[in-house]
């Protein structure tokens, strides 16, 4: 029998049921009932008709048939890790919230990552924004921070979330094109409707291209509220900072890693917690109160406006570590639902008019995608603390309330006393004082704040903050997505808001479409030059990586590679945290210089360097000789020098080299030491001799 570790379903963990198969169990039917013969139908005679009775064919059949259910309509694209948050300090002071009381307690979370517009079967790597969405389950309920890797959004108010994502997704007349945004549709949208310019920044720029989810920042973009015990509220915005630091790849490298292998982040998120190197963020928090709300040029309420964290620090205040990938991807990944709305006391929301949206929105399409109320019962889902409600019934009840009592209050028992579950006004959320803002009274409006009109001035900002490569890849971004667009005068609207972002910006981008500049488009505010932010940088910026830890450096070998310089440089690139990938035409073995035969991981053809953050050629004149005449190593080399990476290379391997154009700069280095310090940079002065810009 397969072994069922049932976990009692009234103890309020959902009935969780993990079924794991050994050699000696027996085949059964859903019901139970023994199979025999799992390989042919129940016919009338060997070579006659099949039998309407055959209830095990049935059976099998009518499941397959329901396997699938309704794709996510966005995030539908994505991976997800279990693991746990680590509070450093007690926060008792800002907030009552239990999973911040004590320090060093742990909190198990379950991570989801995803793309927005692409459906479920997608690649990992379009040019989009990342969800990032964690379900902390702590001792008094869930709490969900359903975030991106964006600290702002396209607009500001829910009303005009299904025109984005209609504009966003593949075209309705058309069906595609799937996971991008480079069409019509999309910049129309984008162009007619200003508040959406800064977060186009922001999705032009690299941000949108993570090297992996473990290199990105999340940020929980609203506005919330923390409340302590005695009611006071403090404003709040949530970070995630990835412990292995900032880290994008180039266009270029995105659409190569798209094509060898549409399942790289997913991958690349199960092969880190599989070798030990789990992903690692510190959760920060950005705090104020109504005082510093008030003395920004912009509404803390607008969601596509960030708070610079020169002017209000990010507190780091724990920690999440994703150690355990899921056992079945549809249980977990596909069956999770996260919901904004579920929050714990000493949390709470603003009045921020995105967020009240998504109040609704989350739990309304998860009846729709799960087909039940009770979803909150499935494993995933289901809370790890006690659940009692007097809530009954509905699809796929899997609990089994006992007794007459299903209302409350009641006195059903024998005493006559009034029985539980019961409010309690002591645990449950607190009515928050007015120092955040209370703004609940006015007229009935349809009508967005004045305080929401800046439109430009943060889209500025971001785009002046960037280091000058990322500045080049942003605008040349934005040529190639109006390049993909048709309609002339979308072109043109789009280039008169960037006059608004920065002249020059505009300039660059239609001087790479070949088009004439046209004056800025009317604005409903003067458009402010901000404080710089360089702390928006990825490129040159404070997060970005100083060593090769947690990343995977390529070393290219073939028949006669010095045995001693690769095992040098493997465990070289193992010291230093990294992970190396031997390469070679087979991956059965290569002939080393001392006889030996070396298994490769990967087989060269299969493997473009687009896997890897920096590449070490080992090759000895004759291994060269023969990569010669291999277009992926002549591509494997050139993609690397390409992609600003560091080339380490005996001294035999010039001739492939030179064949793949290199030209000598400081990313080219030998091999040892210095290669595995240069392998954590990207060379990036270079990018000028290899493409144009804009
Ligand atoms: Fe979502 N969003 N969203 N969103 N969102 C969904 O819920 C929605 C927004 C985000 O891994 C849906 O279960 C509205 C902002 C993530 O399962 C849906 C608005 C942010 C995920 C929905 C927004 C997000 C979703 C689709 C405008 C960042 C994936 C499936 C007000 C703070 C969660 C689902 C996962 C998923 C609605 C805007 C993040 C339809 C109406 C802003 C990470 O309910």
């Known amino acids: 029998m397969a072994k069922q570790q049932t976990l009692d379903p009234s103890s309020g963990n959902g009935g969780e049921t993990h079924q794991i198969a050994t050699g000696d169990d027996i085949l059964t039917t859903n019901q139970g009932i023994p199979i025999s013969d799992n390989q042919n139908q129940l016919k009338s005679g060997a070579r006659g008709p099949v039998l309407l009775e055959d209830f095990v064919l049935r059976e099998k059949i009518f499941h397959f048939d329901h396997e699938r259910i309704p794709e996510r309509i966005v995030h539908a694209r994505g991976s997800a890790a279990h693991g746990y948050f680590e509070l450093y300090e007690s926060l008792s002071d800002i907030t009552a919230a239990d999973l911040f009381q004590r320090a060093g307690e742990r909190t198990p979370v379950f991570t989801r990552f995803s793309t927005v517009a692409g459906g479920a079967g997608s690649v990992d790597t379009p040019r989009d924004v990342r969800g990032f969405a964690v379900k902390f389950y702590t001792q008094k309920g869930n709490w969900d921070l359903v975030g991106n890797n964006i600290p702002v959004f396209f607009i500001q108010d829910a009303i005009k979330f299904p025109d984005l994502i209609h504009a966003a997704k593949m075209e309705a007349n058309k069906g595609y094109p799937q996971a991008a945004t480079a069409h019509d549709t999309f910049w129309d949208f984008i162009s007619l409707m200003p508040e959406s310019t800064h977060m186009i920044m922001w999705a032009m720029s690299d941000r949108t291209l993570p090297r992996s989810f473990a290199t990105m920042e999340g940020f929980g973009i609203h506005t919330f509220k923390l409340v302590n015990a005695e009611g006071k509220a403090t404003f709040v915005k949530f970070h995630w900072k990835p412990k292995a630091g900032l880290e994008s790849t180039i266009w270029d490298e995105t659409v190569k890693i798209a094509g060898a292998d549409p399942d790289y982040q997913r991958r690349d998120l199960f092969e880190r917690i599989d070798r030990g190197d789990f992903p690692e963020w510190e959760l920060g928090l950005q705090l104020f109160d109504q005082t510093f709300a008030d003395s920004l040029p912009f509404d803390v309420l607008d969601s596509s406006k960030l708070i610079p964290e020169e002017l209000c620090p990010v507190r780091k205040v724990g920690r999440m570590v994703l150690d355990r990938y899921p056992d079945n991807f549809f249980a977990e990944t596909e069956q999770v639902a996260f919901c904004p709305a579920n929050i714990v006391p000493g949390i709470d929301f603003t009045n921020d008019p995105l967020l009240q949206g998504r109040l609704f929105s989350y739990l309304d399409t998860q009846l729709k995608r799960l087909g039940s109320t009770n979803f909150h019962q499935i494993p995933i889902n289901a809370p790890k603390c006690p659940v009692m409600n007097f809530q009954r019934d509905g699809h796929m009840q899997m609990q089994v309330p006992k007794g007459r009592a299903n209302y409350e209050p009641n006195s059903l028992s024998e005493s006559g006393e009034i029985a539980g579950p019961r409010e309690c006004p002591m645990s449950g959320f607190k009515t928050t004082n007015t120092a955040t803002g209370a703004d609940e009274q006015g007229d009935k409006l349809r009508i967005r704040p004045e305080s929401f009109a800046d439109h430009y001035s943060q889209a500025r900002?971001?785009?002046?903050?960037?280091?000058?490569?990322?500045?080049?890849?942003?605008?040349?971004?934005?040529?190639?997505?109006?390049?993909?667009?048709?309609?002339?005068?979308?072109?043109?609207?789009?280039?008169?808001?960037?006059?608004?972002?920065?002249?020059?910006?505009?300039?660059?981008?239609?001087?790479?479409?070949?088009?004439?500049?046209?004056?800025?488009?009317?604005?409903?505010?003067?458009?402010?030059?901000?404080?710089?932010?360089?702390?928006?940088?990825?490129?040159?910026?404070?997060?970005?990586?100083?060593?090769?830890?947690?990343?995977?450096?390529?070393?290219?070998?073939?028949?006669?590679?010095?045995?001693?310089?690769?095992?040098?440089?493997?465990?070289?690139?193992?010291?230093?945290?990294?992970?190396?990938?031997?390469?070679?035409?087979?991956?059965?073995?290569?002939?080393?210089?001392?006889?030996?035969?070396?298994?490769?991981?990967?087989?060269?053809?299969?493997?473009?360097?687009?896997?890897?953050?920096?590449?070490?050629?080992?090759?000895?004149?004759?291994?060269?000789?023969?990569l010669l005449k291999e277009a992926a190593a002549i591509q494997f080399v050139m993609d690397a020098f390409g992609h600003c990476k560091a080339i380490g290379h005996s001294e035999a391997a010039r001739p492939l080299l030179d064949k793949a154009g290199v030209e000598p700069d400081e990313g080219m280095v030998g091999l040892g030491k210095p290669f595995v310090k240069a392998a954590a940079k990207r060379f990036y002065a270079r990018e000028p001799k290899v493409r144009t810009l804009a």
């Open 461 to 626: 900002l971001f785009f002046r903050s960037l280091a000058v490569p990322e500045q080049a890849h942003l605008a040349s971004a934005i040529v190639f997505e109006l390049s993909k667009v048709g309609l002339e005068h979308v072109r043109t609207r789009m280039l008169s808001n960037l006059v608004n972002v920065d002249p020059d910006l505009a300039a660059r981008v239609a001087d790479g479409l070949a088009m004439d500049l046209p004056a800025a488009s009317p604005t409903a505010v003067p458009v402010q030059d901000l404080d710089l932010s360089p702390a928006l940088r990825i490129i040159e910026g404070p997060l970005v990586p100083t060593s090769i830890e947690g990343a995977a450096i390529g070393i290219l070998i073939a028949d006669g590679s010095d045995a001693a310089a690769v095992d040098a440089l493997t465990s070289a690139i193992g010291d230093a945290g990294g992970k190396p990938i031997l390469i070679a035409p087979k991956v059965g073995g290569t002939k080393m210089s001392d006889g030996s035969l070396l298994k490769a991981d990967a087989q060269l053809a299969g493997f473009p360097s687009v896997f890897v953050g920096a590449i070490a050629l080992v090759l000895s004149e004759e291994g060269c000789a023969a």
